[in-house]
């Protein structure tokens, strides 16, 4: 039976606010992001069929946006370090203006080639994809004919969409739908994990529009 | 008996060292002031012993520190990445009190045991301490009885002091400041004896950072 799963991305963090590369830091929610993810509680409430179980990156920031659906449903969590970002190895915390000032070739060797270049020190998409993949997969196997909810990361949730093929743009395609704070991605995993639907794209309906952000 | 001159320099100033955001290895330059550091730095030692090579950390305030320095005395940086700073994984960019604000309890378990407890996804001090002494160790087998220099940073300063013996092992260590130098005698046997400990008397006041 399939897997209805439904992938949110995390509330704006302090770094996200200031445009500073995040990777796997422990950077929690900013007040704005707290507010985007009040709105949460309500929307998994209403989702139907009902969530039966949630699964979680175990970094601050989907943990904090976790927190409200998991008291409006009152479901434990299951944290898993596989629905982490990519890990940006020694980019973290750089600016975009530093990025392409003190890291360009670094960065631009990646994005000729993500999936085989890695960032300096951290990962590649395909690494990302890997797990991120293998973490969703096993959900789906765990919750058959089930509804699942998701907190993960932007990459995360693109790198999934990419592997069953939902997904025709690279990762700093400019006129790519953006996947923003606690946006709402639904879809269809079929049973045995190898093909997926696309029920909904990344959704920011359930927050009024001043506290949308990428 | 051949003594070996060992000059550690810790790189100038940067804008994440003004903002308080360890760098570990980002590839942060130096600022004008960081810059303005390293040129007195030179011009000191253009006055002091001659030196007979130059290592530094690969990471770009370490060459750009070195430069001026080798400069002085035509020779070539020599870079090794046993002298980076410590990796900080996923503590990159985060200021020390974010560290503890974020990750009470990593940061807690690391204070109570740095030699063992690495930062998240990153060193601890024995790994830090091991690459940093290998390549110290090689540096001084190749210039038995020469003046060297080794442009590295805080962490691989204080592991340095601490391996050659000139630094209580259990004590954090002093304020080793941007560009500040640490002059250490060793013999042939790795006895060594501190000449100078993380002085900046190079560097006028209004550029001490």
Known sequence: ?214 | MTTTLLTLIRHGFTDWNQTKRAQGLAPIPLNAQGLAQARHLADAMANGEAIHAIYSSDLSRCVQTAAPVAAVFGLEVRLDPAFREYDLGFWQGLSGQEMQDYDPEHYARRKADPWHVPFPGGESRAMLSARVVAGLDAVLARHPGQHVVVVTHSGPVHAALRHLGVWPPSQDGPAVLNTSRSVVRVDEDGRAEAVLIADISHLPADLVS
């Open chain 1, 1 to 214: 039976m399939a897997t209805l799963l439904t992938l949110i991305r995390h509330g704006q963090s302090i770094w996200n606010a200031v445009g500073r590369a995040q990777g796997q830091s422990p950077i929690p929610l900013s007040e704005l992001g707290r507010q985007q993810a009040a709105y949460l509680g309500t929307l998994a409430m209403g989702l139907q069929p009902p969530v039966r179980a949630l699964y979680c990156s175990d970094l601050t920031r989907c943990r904090e946006t976790m927190m409200p659906i998991a008291e409006a449903l009152g479901l434990p969590v299951r944290y898993d370090f596989r629905l982490r970002e990519i890990d940006v190895g020694v980019l973290q915390g750089l600016s975009h203006d530093e990025m392409e000032l003190y890291a360009g070739e670094a960065l631009a060797a990646h994005r000729r080639e993500p999936m085989r270049v890695p960032l300096p020190g951290g990962e590649t998409r395909a690494d990302l994809r890997a797990r991120s993949v293998e973490a969703i997969v096993e959900i789906g196997a765990a919750h058959p004919g089930q509804h699942v909810l998701v907190v993960t990361h932007g990459g995360s949730i693109s790198e999934v969409l990419r592997h069953f093929g939902l997904w025709p743009y690279t990762p700093w395609q400019v006129d790519a739908p953006p996947i923003q704070n606690t946006s709402r991605t639904m879809l269809r995993l079929a049973e045995g994990g190898d093909a997926a639907e696309l029920l909904l794209p990344p959704d920011t309906s359930h927050l009024p529009s001043e506290l949308i952000t990428q």
